[in-house]
């Protein structure tokens, strides 16, 4: 569970920096949207691996 909060914090983050780069066009914020986006795919790899784990391990 602590990385689904982990997740949600990341998101926030990138949410702020998508607002500037978007509504501000501040191109500094798209890379750092870039490389968050890319941050949560990783964690959101990580998760789905814990829960296929967990799920098979119930059996």
Not at 14 to 20: C, F, L, P, S, T
Request: no cysteine.
């Amino acid at each position: 569970m602590d990385k689904f909060t982990q997740m949600k914090e990341l998101f926030a983050s990138v949410e702020a920096d998508a607002n500037k780069f978007y509504n501000s066009g501040n191109s500094a914020a798209g890379t750092r949207v870039r490389k968050g986006m890319q941050d949560l795919k990783n964690l959101a790899q990580e998760i789905r691996t814990e829960v296929t784990a967990k799920k098979n391990s119930a059996k």
